[in-house]
């Protein structure tokens, strides 16, 4: 397995505009995790999935950022409008229930000027 | 969810043995104890995961008292390459219940 998959792994954008951001997990995995990195805040748990349901989106920061998972192989995390704040590293996990470890993708670094 | 304390940071040298102590007071009875290492611009990867007494593996021990309050995550003969943040993580079994909530991290500069 080529492991969790995330795109683009670097993203510049203007404030104001939207980003997406794309996770692909570990086939097989049924729980989904996205992360938010900054020097300033560490690492933030965002939003979690079970099976493709949000199970708890508490640590999402605003109604400017939303996550889906249409399917098991795909998740999206959105921010509409950026803003320079959310210049940050965005990681993607993705686990099996049972499992003893979590895998991360390699991040997509965001910067909003 | 059973929250963590480790110190911020750690010094070490090349060669030497690196102990890192985890407290986690309200550990529940279903709960593992798991660390995670990360390398500067990458995701957090799996070191090791422990329950109770000792635990070994290629990287590291991990060694879990009987009353399970702490944990210290042994990294034996550290090299420059172990420069990294450790996390220390508590938490059900799976993590069905979305516990994978990170702290601040042990950040370990190994020296040479």
């Known amino acids: 397995d080529a492991g969790v998959i995330q795109s683009p792994r670097h993203e510049v954008t203007e404030m104001g505009q939207e980003v997406t951001l794309r996770c692909k997990p570990i086939?097989?995995?049924?729980?989904l995790f996205w992360y938010r990195q900054t020097m300033m805040r560490g690492l933030e748990l965002l939003i979690y999935?079970?099976?493709?349901?949000?199970?708890?989106d508490s640590g999402m920061p605003e109604d400017r950022f939303s996550a889906k998972m249409p399917n098991a192989s795909f998740s999206t995390l959105k921010i509409q409008p950026s803003e320079p704040r959310d210049s940050a590293v965005y990681f993607c996990?993705?686990?099996?229930?049972?499992?003893?470890?979590?895998?991360f993708g390699q991040g997509t670094r965001l910067t909003v000027v | 969810l059973a929250k963590t304390t480790q110190p911020i940071s750690m010094d070490s040298y090349e060669g030497q043995e690196v102990n890192i102590t985890c407290s986690h007071n309200?550990?529940?009875?279903?709960?593992?104890i798991t660390w995670y290492q990360q390398f500067p611009s990458q995701g957090p990867r799996f070191i090791i995961q422990?329950?109770?007494t000792k635990v070994t593996n290629e990287v590291a021990s991990l060694f879990i008292p009987a009353d399970r309050k702490s944990s210290t995550l042994s990294l034996p003969r550290v090299s420059l390459s172990d420069t990294a943040v450790y996390y220390c993580?508590?938490?059900?079994?799976?993590?069905?219940?979305?516990?994978?909530?990170f702290g601040k991290g042990t950040k370990l500069s190994v020296k040479p």
């Open positions: 422990g329950y109770k």
């Open positions: 999935f079970n099976n493709n349901v949000p199970i708890d």
């Open positions: 993580l508590v938490g059900a079994w799976g993590g069905s219940q979305g516990n994978l909530i």
């Open positions: 996990a993705s686990w099996s229930t049972g499992a003893v470890q979590a895998f």
């Open positions: 086939s097989g995995h049924n729980s």
């Open positions: 309200n550990i529940a009875t279903n709960d593992y």
